[in-house]
T-cell receptor, first 111, second 109 residues
Framework: DVKVTQSSRYLVKRTGEKVFLECVQDMDHENMFWYRQDPGLGLRLIYFSYDVKMKEKGDIPEGYSVSREKKERFSLILESASTNQTSMYLC??????????FGSGTRLTVV | KNEVEQSPQNLTAQEGEFITINCSYSVGISALHWLQQHPGGGIVSLFMLSSGKKKHGRLIATINIQEKHSSLHITASHPRDSAVYICAVSPHTGNQFYFGTGTSLTVIP
């Protein structure tokens, strides 16, 4: 089974801090995605990557950046965390369009 | 604009009831997915389907490609079925999915 591992389940950070959310997948998946999930809004795509060092903006990239230096790792960076970035963050990977595998999520609280 | 619409948004049922969650979409797709998310947990894939019907235990998923509609049914519902159920579609072009906003199901003993 493909496994997608997110480094933290719960995270509390202060406003203005730089925050790194890490995601690692253990299969040779080309595509990796970062979503945030908020009540009533569902899953919204922040960034995705279809290859090493490649990245594409999703629907809500403002305030975020990403890094993909190795195929198995996709990092989401909050350059200066703000309270409106308090959310559940989900990483996913896929091989072409054959279905996503999701990580277990990171619930980030910015205070 | 929402490519995927789910209904209802929230659903409360008594244990043993038959449950239906609906999903409509507006784009051409190569497959439709039903996902399940337990409180505080990650998301797991229940079904991927591109035509007809699939069954897994008490869960049944159907799709009508012409009508751009899918349903997820749960027979003999149980409190452990309480979760958010999310419909997602993979369009003909591109590698990303479109997601519905989810249906929050609570099954009361």
């Amino acid at each position: 089974d493909v496994k997608v591992t997110q480094s933290s389940r719960y995270l509390v950070k202060r406003t203005g801090e730089k925050v790194f959310l890490e995601c690692v997948q253990d299969m040779d998946h080309e595509n990796m995605f970062w979503y945030r999930q908020d009540p009533g809004l569902g899953l919204r795509l922040i960034y995705f990557s279809y290859d090493v060092k490649m990245k594409e903006k999703g629907d809500i990239p403002e305030g975020y950046s990403v890094s993909r230096e190795k195929k198995e790792r996709f990092s989401l960076i909050l350059e200066s965390a703000s309270t409106n970035q308090t959310s559940m963050y989900l990483c996913a990977s896929s091989l072409q369009r054959y279905g996503y595998t999701f990580g277990s999520g990171t619930r980030l609280t910015v205070v | 604009k929402n490519e995927v619409e789910q209904s209802p948004q929230n659903l409360t049922a008594q244990e043993g009831e038959f449950i239906t969650i609906n999903c409509s979409y507006s784009v051409g797709i190569s497959a439709l997915h039903w996902l399940q998310q337990h409180p505080g947990g990650g998301i797991v894939s229940l079904f991927m389907l591109s035509s007809g019907k699939k069954k897994h235990g008490r869960l049944i998923a159907t799709i009508n490609i012409q009508e751009k509609h899918s349903s997820l049914h749960i027979t003999a519902s149980h409190p452990r079925d309480s979760a958010v159920y999310i419909c997602a579609v993979s369009p003909h072009t591109g590698n990303q999915f479109y997601f519905g906003t989810g249906t929050s199901l609570t099954v009361i003993p």
